[in-house]
């Protein structure tokens, strides 16, 4: 199961027990997340094509060699949340496989199977050079025979509803033993078209072919280093593959002065064209991107005063009326850039898209590869995967893949309900106790009472780092952040600021300016048994005896899982008492930023109910509410601690989260130099 599913647990014994009147089914969770370490060092990651047949999964390809630490070679299928599919194994994959080399581009049939080119020599250890196919589970199709395969690079793919294959690469190549140009055609059992005009854009072993597109009337354009009679960048070829010589597109002027790397054909047939060239037709246009009329003229509405880009954009995605890009620059239009940014309808600069900073292992060359936006039935419908050689993106570490949603924006993960939704009814009687029984020593219960009014004081902060790391702080509303700082960085946390004394990083703090301050007086309405301080010479542990049993029912209905009637018994911790012994058996969990929680390596717990510092592996989970159920960790009643740090402290602020035996969270406090308060 994916670390992003929902599980449920066994009911464990000695706790309160959920007799649903249904069989409820696991519902995935909305895979907005993308969970994982990503590629290797190194490792590139050239495309990302989403499945033909469920649009919850990818195909990523490239040059590396594990994927989210398991060994996935040049090729693996993934859930968008992250999860491996297991159904796929391409098991060596793609031989040569380094960076710039292997597999570089994939593309789907109807079947399910794979088209895959590139520079390579052999797939699973069989020569296959530059073309092969691949069956939906990961194996080589051998029905698909290429014989010698291309001499030259192969670029991309592109299957037509017939299920020929058009195939794009470098320039005077050779099929199988067969001379050919920078466009073929293959049958669909891997043998030449020879009906296919597979020799009209010959070219030199300069020419690259890097992209085709099949217009409805079965005419092609396509776009790369290439010229043909007279005109670069961007062609019309006639349905054969020759080229469209009286076509108006053709015949309305020379095309561009440089390299067209990638183009998409607008609903209203307009062609928003990028690559690295300054003119179109002969006119100086924005640099490294155009708009073109279906009749081949320049369309200048689009921005005919900007200055374009400072470097070559190598691929586009529509998204609406607006154009998502790859680039190598650092400016467009004059205002400064990332490597993805967003440009609007009329060509201007989109400065509602967050352009995110990418860092590099290996510098600004070559970096960001591809970029695919998701579609049709999934709830991550407009998501963006984009795919290269990095390690980091706007803050958060992301290796050679990160998803973002549509306005560039790394978002968390949020579980969902089970279906059909059950409504949960609790009768509460009272809350369980935390008795110390000690040898010949009665139980004692300790009423906790506020002394004080507990506040929160959000500030902004300043932060330089001094070794390149996360930086990580409680919001205002209780909610873990935390960013990836490079060394000597200073980052500023501005209003709403971050709560008092919640800022940790390797570096440099300083508190500035208030920014809010909220205060509130707890109003216990039961008081909280907690256990009594033991003297050293007390080797007795403590256990959890709950002086009556909780039995929820649950009746489906099609609404959220929610508690009808909240217990009336609202714990408010006040003071930690000192040197408190830990209830055995029953450690809780601690949730560190990012939502990640995490177990104990080893049966005990410090005070203050958090977790004996451990080196443990842990799973993304996502933000916590009152009344949602932790279903993987039921059974574990007691408390769990959200703390700021990678490593705890019994100071705070952290929030402490009351779950019971169920895995349900009954209240969420904030708390901090002893003092709680209920979020």
Not at 104 to 114: A, F, M
Not at 464 to 484: E, H, N, P, V, Y
Request: proline fraction near 6%; aromatic fraction near 8%.
């Amino acid at each position: 199961m994916s670390i992003n599913r929902l599980r449920i647990s066994p009911t464990p014994s000695n706790t309160a027990t959920i007799t649903p009147s249904i069989t409820p089914t696991i519902t995935e969770c909305p895979g907005i997340c993308f969970s994982g370490t990503g590629t290797n060092d190194f490792g590139i990651v050239s495309a990302i094509l989403q499945d033909r047949f469920d649009p919850q999964k990818v195909m990523i390809v490239g040059s590396f060699s594990t994927y989210n630490g398991i060994t996935k070679r040049t090729m693996v299928r993934s859930y968008t949340d992250g999860e491996i599919d297991n159904t796929f194994d391409a098991g060596v994959g793609f031989a040569p496989s380094f960076v710039q080399s292997g597999i570089t581009e994939v593309s789907q049939q109807t079947d399910g199977k794979y088209v895959c080119t590139g520079t390579y020599s052999s797939f699973r250890g069989v020569s296959r050079n530059h073309i092969c196919r691949v069956n939906y589970d990961g194996t080589l199709d051998t029905s698909f025979v290429v014989g010698t395969g291309y001499t030259r690079q192969t670029l991309y793919s592109l299957i037509q509803s017939s299920g020929k294959i058009l195939v794009c690469s470098v320039g005077a190549n050779q099929y199988s033993g067969t001379n050919i140009g920078a466009l073929s055609r293959l049958n669909t059992d891997g043998s030449l078209d020879t009906t296919f005009n597979n020799i009209d854009l010959l070219g030199t072993s300069t020419t690259l072919l890097s992209k085709i597109h099949e217009n409805p009337d079965g005419t092609f354009y396509v776009c790369g280093n290439l010229t043909k009679s007279g005109r670069r960048g961007i062609l019309k070829l006639n349905s054969d593959g020759s080229y469209a010589s009286t076509d108006p597109f053709n015949t309305s002027g020379v095309g561009s002065n440089g390299t067209i790397a990638d183009f998409q054909v607008q609903a209203d047939g307009k062609l928003i064209c990028v690559g690295d060239f300054s003119r179109y037709n002969g006119p100086i246009c924005p640099r490294s991107i155009v708009r073109i009329n279906a009749d081949g003229t320049r369309d200048n509405t689009f921005n005919p005063t900007n200055s374009g880009a400072n470097n070559n954009i190598f691929e586009v995605e529509l998204q609406g009326s607006k154009y998502v890009v790859c680039s190598f620059s650092s400016t467009y239009s004059g205002i400064s850039t990332n490597q993805v940014f967003r440009i609007n309808a009329d060509g201007s600069y989109d400065f509602s898209f967050n352009d995110g900073n990418f860092t590099f292992a290996l510098g600004p060359e070559d970096t960001i590869q591809h970029s695919t936006i998701l579609s049709g039935a999934t709830n991550d419908a407009g998501y963006i995967f984009i795919g290269g050689l990095f390690t980091s993106y706007d803050g958060v570490l992301a290796n050679n893949i990160v998803k973002m949603d549509k306005d560039g924006y790394i978002k968390d993960c949020d579980a969902v309900p089970i279906t059909p939704t059950p409504t949960l009814t609790r009768t509460p009687t009272q809350t369980p106790s935390i008795t110390s029984t000690p040898t010949n020593t009665p139980t004692n219960t300790i009423t906790s009472t506020p002394t004080q009014t507990p506040c929160i004081n959000c500030y902004e902060y300043s932060f330089t780092a001094s070794t390149s790391g996360l930086l990580s702080w409680l919001d205002c509303d209780g909610i873990m952040t935390d960013t990836f700082v490079n060394s000597g960085d200073t980052y500023q946390i501005t209003c709403l600021g971050a709560r008092e004394g919640s800022v940790s990083g390797t570096g440099t703090i300083v508190q500035g300016a208030l920014c809010s301050s909220t205060c509130i007086t707890p109003t216990p309405t039961a008081s909280q048994p907690i256990t009594p301080s033991v003297s050293p010479t007390n080797t007795q542990t403590p256990s959890i005896s709950p002086t009556n049993t909780t039995t929820p029912t649950m009746t489906s209905t099609s609404t959220t899982p929610t508690v009808s009637s909240t217990p009336t018994l609202t714990p408010e911790i006040t003071s930690t008492p000192t040197n408190t012994p830990s209830p055995s058996g029953n450690c809780p969990y601690t949730i560190y930023s990012h939502g990640a929680i995490r177990a104990t390596c080893s049966d005990y717990c410090n005070e203050n109910y958090l977790i004996q510092t451990t080196t443990c592996s842990s799973q993304p989970y996502g933000s916590l509410s009152i009344g949602d159920f932790i279903y993987g960790f039921a059974g574990q009643s007691g408390y769990l601690a959200y703390s700021n740090v990678s490593t705890d402290t019994n100071t705070g602020p952290f929030i402490i989260a009351d779950i019971d035996g169920t895995g349900e969270i009954l209240g969420l406090y904030v708390c901090s130099g002893g003092s709680c308060i209920p979020l």
